[in-house]
């Protein structure tokens, strides 16, 4: 993983197992349970005529994706209202706080990410959860590249103060506010995810 995240793999690149075994002194066994794993990340895909490849995702994929993720987030904040239990959303804000320290990208990856489930949950609607579910591994790879592109997750970061900003304006029971704050951020991931991206596969 570590290979796709820091750009030694590029985005489209063939997976060689052979070629990575001898490069990290390992048996290809081991690479290919690793690239198995990988798989059920969505990191690897397979690509007809060319076997298993690092995932290059297209900007209109990207696009799409980010579309689903916005209109699904502000469709919950838009339901917020004075008897919206936000405890999953507080509760899962303190998580993260309490992994920022840690500056481990996989560690906090997880902990923002069930802050979005949690917002998408205020909806109580198990379809719309497990719809979001299904974006959560395409995510998961963006906001790693994002954390390693632009060091989110070190001392100083804003990602902490940014998710603050999203309970507090939740936490207000404004559903315009609410929506406003994070139809804004996910624009703002959306477009460093399209730029880096782009870079890396320019590289």
């Known amino acids: 993983m570590d290979m796709i995240l820091e750009g030694e793999l590029k985005p489209g690149e063939r997976i060689r197992e052979s070629v990575i075994a001898e490069q990290l002194g390992i048996s290809r066994n081991t690479v290919r349970e690793a690239v198995r794993l990988l798989q059920g990340t969505g990191l690897v895909r397979y690509v007809f005529n060319r076997g298993l490849a690092v995932w290059n995702p297209s900007d209109e994929e990207v696009l799409d994706i980010y579309r689903a993720r916005l209109h699904l987030e502000t469709a919950a904040a838009a339901s917020v209202g004075y008897d919206t239990d ?12 309490l992994a920022m320290p840690t500056q481990d990208p996989r560690t906090i990856v997880e902990k923002d990410l069930d802050i979005h489930r949690a917002i ?10 497990k719809f979001y579910d299904e974006l959560l591994g395409d995510l998961r790879y963006f906001l790693l590249i994002l ?25 207000s029971r404004d559903p315009e506010l609410a929506r406003a704050t994070i139809a804004g951020i996910i624009t703002e991931n959306r477009d460093e995810v399209r730029k880096i991206l782009a870079i890396r596969t320019a590289g």
């Open 86 to 97: 936000l405890t999953p959303l507080t509760a899962a804000l303190d998580a993260l706080k």
């Open 120 to 129: 998408v949950g205020l909806m109580n609607s198990p379809r719309l959860n």
């Open 147 to 171: 954390s390693l592109d632009h060091h989110e997750y070190e001392s100083g970061s804003t990602l902490e103060e940014e998710h603050q900003r999203i309970v507090t304006a939740f936490a």
